[in-house]
């Protein structure tokens, strides 16, 4: 095994299987993936809040002390959670790069609001995982295969990743997952506004409640409003490929 790869921090090296072959202190028949899926069922039940050493040990039936030799801290375990929370990312193929994206960034928002934790963590998180990795890699692959450098490529595919992750926020927002306390759906958020919002002050707010923007009220979350969205992103994508190929004519 190389000098480095020895010197990887204890968690990585677990989630990609170059940890050392001897190993003292964890309990046998323990493993990161299960303690990584007993913390990602105590966050999806009961949120962030709930994910502590001491509640997954307990889950698992161990001490605390005995996840130490797989998870050296919380943070750790949070560095774990995100990469195995997420699922295969879509194949290419032989989709046009706007066709892969657009399944990309939709994946990449569906998998984030069903595990409405990770939008807290994962922000926090730079991916270091296999499987968080490989989410980035098939973006690379396409992008780059469509023209553009490298650099643009990692930008533009932060750029979408933050998109989907602010929809995914949005969608659990408005479905009530996030804050129980706050208007109920996207009706109840309209009406809020209509009570709170005045012509003179909003002029452009109240204006867009008159006509109805906010309010066929679910549209604004749903894949149509989606779509919208990303279709502006793409089409700013779409004109960087054309100027790359311009100059390179």
């Known amino acids: 095994m190389l000098e480095s790869e020895q010197k990887l921090p204890t968690v990585i090296a677990q989630m990609w299987g170059r940890e050392p072959g001897s190993r003292r202190g964890p309990r046998p028949g323990l493993t990161l993936g299960r303690i990584t899926d007993a913390a990602i069922e105590i966050a999806d039940a009961e949120g962030l809040s709930g994910v502590r050493m001491s509640s997954v040990a307990a889950r698992l039936g161990v001490s605390t002390m005995a996840l130490y030799g797989y998870v050296p801290s919380k943070d750790d375990l949070l560095t774990a959670m995100v990469d195995a929370a997420a699922p295969d990312p879509p194949e290419p193929g032989t989709l046009a790069w706007r066709d892969y994206l657009t399944d ?10 069903g595990h409405p934790w990770l939008l807290e963590v994962a922000p926090l998180t730079p991916p270091t995982g296999p ?37 995914a926020t949005l ?24 009570q709170l919002v005045d012509a003179d002050t909003y002029a452009g707010l109240a204006a867009a409640l008159e006509s109805g923007a906010f309010g066929a009220a679910q549209d604004w979350v749903e894949d149509a409003d989606f779509t919208f969205s990303l279709a502006l992103l793409l089409d700013g994508i779409e004109a960087l490929i054309a100027r790359r190929k311009e100059t390179e004519a």
Do not use: K
């Open 171 to 194: 969608l659990t927002a408005m479905s009530g997952t996030v804050d129980e306390a706050g208007p109920e759906g996207p009706a109840g958020y309209t009406a809020l506004l209509t």
């Open 131 to 167: 499987r968080a990795l490989r989410w980035l890699d098939r973006a690379l692959i396409v992008l780059t295969g469509a023209g553009l450098a490298a650099v643009e490529a990692i930008n533009i595919t932060t750029t979408l990743s933050a998109y989907a992750a602010s929809s």
């Open 104 to 113: 990309w960034t939709r994946a990449y928002r569906d998998f984030l609001a």
